[in-house]
């Protein structure tokens, strides 16, 4: 850690130059005890603040927000009655104002002087930032060196969005009470923010000096409204006789475009979230906030580029994807879920990890969305694990796209006994595009003329995606 920032100094930071407004009324210590009131006022004097936490308004680019800030240097951050109450307060005149709210953290915990009355109080806080988040409203998360014990195990732990400042201690129970209370260390780089993003607990890492921007960008896909769009749409015939086998094969070729192409070409802004926030990560599926084509959403995808032999898509790469849908109810924010796999994983541990339901709570999930949901169907679609992203209001198919129960090659195996007649089983099963738009199944497909490029299939398909998305609103 090479600088430790002041509460002021981050809103100062962060917030546009002049913009704060404090919520903060004065706190009397006067019926204090003592010894306890001596230390408040040390406290005060080192800080320079009145309390472990300030709260106010402000700007970040313009974009009011609501911002709840530790301050460590009093009584390490802790939260006693006084800083609770003032949080609390903070959260709930956000909600009723409709602000997003920015809460930085770094806090030992709970204000051991004054006991369980202070402990308890987190509990209210944690119920104020989930009527908070029921309204439909950001909260956002920074969690600074040091964030542990009741602060980090609350409050700390509820954003939408979570980031760590690089390298900070971030854990449930500080590394000296562990060893104080054990008679041994804790394991060293645990608690720290970086492996907490390995292993999808947070979002990511972020520096003080990048907050602003980042802040900026969120704000900009959950506040600010649709942009105009600037892709065009594609049209064509399609290829009523484009044969299923060929489209197989082409689509698990290298060359094929994956879910990174359509957002690398088709988004304004990309905002990768990480994993389950229960300390599971699957890299084979990918959620970012984004707008796309000018339109903000919260898109699913499976990563054509991270499944493979040796790591296919399990049941951690399904409950991320069930994050994201609960996310997108929260936000209000239209849910785009991206289809390329060659199937879930087929192991002990994707049985015992509850793939098959996990695939049924993902198909639940996505059902019963009450935003607008827009599927594709972009590569292979093989399997339950393709079928769990497939059940949206509006299904686009790439025309060498397709969707059966099985690999054509098992599907061979079930009815002829060799996996021979994969070909014949592709060519018989309506697995094309066309046919998933002659049953039903899909609503629209992106026409892929011969000669098409892979950059100007993905711009096609973003485009189709936005427009579905603007559909919904209309």
Known sequence: MTHRWTAQELLDLVLDAGSFES????????????????????A???????????TGRGLVHGRPVAVVANEFRFLAGSIGLAAARRITSAVRRATAERLPVLATT???????????????????????????????????????????GGVYASWGSLAHV?????????????PKVFEALNGRPFPDGVQVAENLSHHGVIDGIATAEE???????VLGILV????????????????????AWASVEETRGEERIGVRDVLRHGTDVVLPLSGTEKGERDSTVLVVMARLDGEPCLVVGQDRSRQGPATPMGPGALRTARRAMRLANEMRLPLVTVIDTPGAELSQ?????????????????????????VSVVLGQGCGGGALALLPAQRVIVAEKAWLMPLPPEGASVIVHGDADHAAEQARTMRIRAVDLLAHGTAHHVVPEPDGDTGEALAVAVAAEIGAAIRLSRS
């Not at 004097?45 to 300030?54: H, I």
């Not at 979570?162 to 500080?174: H, K, N, Q, Y």
């Not at 942009?227 to 399609?238: D, I, V, Y």
């Not at 541990?349 to 949901?373: F, K």
């Open 106 to 148: 770094a806090s030992g915990g709970t204000r051991m002087q004054e006991g369980t009355p202070a402990f308890v109080q987190m509990v209210e806080i944690s119920r104020a930032v989930m009527e908070h988040r029921a309204a439909g409203l950001p909260y956002l998360v920074y969690l600074r060196h040091p964030t542990t």
């Open 224 to 243: 600010d409204p649709p942009s105009e769009p600037r892709l065009p749409r594609r049209t064509g015939e399609l290829d009523p006789d484009r044969d």
């Open 211 to 217: 907050l602003p921007g980042l802040v900026d960008a």
């Open 23 to 42: 919520w903060d009324e004065p706190i009397d210590i006067s019926d204090a005890p003592p010894d306890y009131r001596a230390a408040l006022e040390a």
């Open 162 to 174: 979570t980031v760590g400042e690089p390298g900070a201690l971030i854990g449930f129970l500080g």
């Open 349 to 373: 541990r994707a049985e015992e990890g509850a793939i098959a339901g996990e695939i049924a709570r993902c198909l639940a999930s996505l059902a019963t969305m009450t935003v607008p949901t």
């Open 44 to 54: 005060r004097a080192k800080a320079g603040t009145d309390e472990s936490v300030l």
